[in-house]
């Protein structure tokens, strides 16, 4: 949980910026725009497999809860869940 004063809580890319994201969790974090990333200037920053509140555009993305124990403690560790 990042907190930026103005853009991008969790990324902030600007134009000379060429970052590859791949297989991340940008979940809860704040800013005055773009509160997990912001692209500046139009860039589109390539993030792909990856949990983005919010959504992003781009390869096997997904929006959903990633279930952290406990974020309000500072404990990233994703909760265990029994499937089927």
């Known amino acids: 949980m990042n907190h930026a004063e103005i853009a991008g809580g969790a990324l902030y890319n600007d134009s000379i910026s060429n970052p590859k994201i791949r297989n991340t ?12 990333i912001f692209a500046e200037g139009g860039t589109n920053p390539p993030v792909t497999y990856s949990d983005i509140m919010g959504g ?9 809860d990633p279930l952290f124990r406990n974020a309000l403690n500072n404990d ?8 089927g």
């Open 25 to 36: 969790i940008f979940w809860a974090d704040s800013a005055q725009a773009g509160a997990e």
């Open 56 to 64: 992003w555009t781009g390869q096997g993305n997904i929006d959903a």
């Open 76 to 83: 990233f560790h994703l909760m265990a869940i029994s499937c």
